[in-house]
């Protein structure tokens, strides 16, 4: 079955230390996006691509980088410069560019918790 | 920017009850409008989308959504809720350029 991958499932680290979430998607689908999911605020945008080796900042992307090296992969770097970390991310793909009607599809997400 | 506000941040109801969510973005243009779906430990997925035509759109597991774009809503509806409907749902738009923007989210709460 097709679909987006995310792991791990549950991710604990030290504050000051730097932790890469994977996000890997067999769907053929050229744009991938990460989102932090907050009780009470819904989703915001922290990176996303449309393409390989090119990525954009979303609303809220201090502290966090990608890398685009692969069509299918979109790994998520949480920096030692990110004020509050803690959260819940997930990763999405669609069929095409921003703006479309095509939909996102989302992985079952990884919960991060920096102490 | 563009903005999404759900009215309710949590609705609590009994099974065969109605449902009604409300949803309502800022942008005045062109826009796409998505329902999403998070049942306790699983990924969103979608229940709804419009792009165009028939403002009524019919998703999976019984529910519509109507679009009315003189009032900027995008409301979700189901005659007859079941337990099974327990979940947090998400609304989202998205125009021409520019990404999704999702709203806050509303809980349901389904007593059986």
């Known amino acids: 079955d097709g679909g987006i991958t995310q792991s791990p499932k549950y991710l604990f680290r030290k504050e000051g230390q730097n932790v890469t979430l994977s996000c890997e998607q067999n769907?053929?689908?050229?744009?991938m996006y990460w989102y932090r999911q907050d009780p009470g605020q819904g989703l915001r945008l922290i990176y996303y691509s449309q393409i390989v080796n090119d990525f954009q900042k979303g609303d809220i992307a201090e502290g966090y980088s990608v890398s685009r090296e692969k069509k299918e992969s979109f790994p998520l770097t949480v920096t030692s410069a990110q004020k509050n970390p803690t959260a819940f991310y997930l990763c999405?793909?669609?069929?095409?560019?921003?703006?479309?009607?095509?939909?996102?599809?989302f992985g079952n997400g990884t919960r991060l918790t920096v102490t | 920017a563009q903005s999404v506000s759900q009215h309710n941040h949590h609705v609590i109801l009994s099974e065969a009850a109605s449902l009604e969510l409300g949803c309502n973005y800022s942008?005045?243009?062109?826009?796409?409008l998505f329902w999403y779906v998070q049942y306790p430990g699983q990924h969103l997925q979608l229940l709804l989308k419009?792009?165009?035509?028939?403002?009524l759109v019919k998703g999976i597991k019984g529910f519509e959504a109507e679009f009315i774009k003189s009032k900027f809503s995008f409301n979700l509806r189901k005659p007859s809720v079941q337990w099974s409907d327990t979940a947090e749902y998400f609304c989202a738009v998205n125009n021409y350029g520019q990404n999704f923007v999702f709203g806050p989210g509303t809980r349901l709460s389904v007593l059986p």
């Open positions: 769907l053929n689908h050229d744009a």
């Open positions: 999405a793909s669609s069929r095409s560019e921003t703006g479309s009607s095509s939909p996102l599809h």
């Open positions: 419009y792009f165009s035509g028939d403002p």
């Open positions: 942008y005045g243009g062109t826009v796409n």
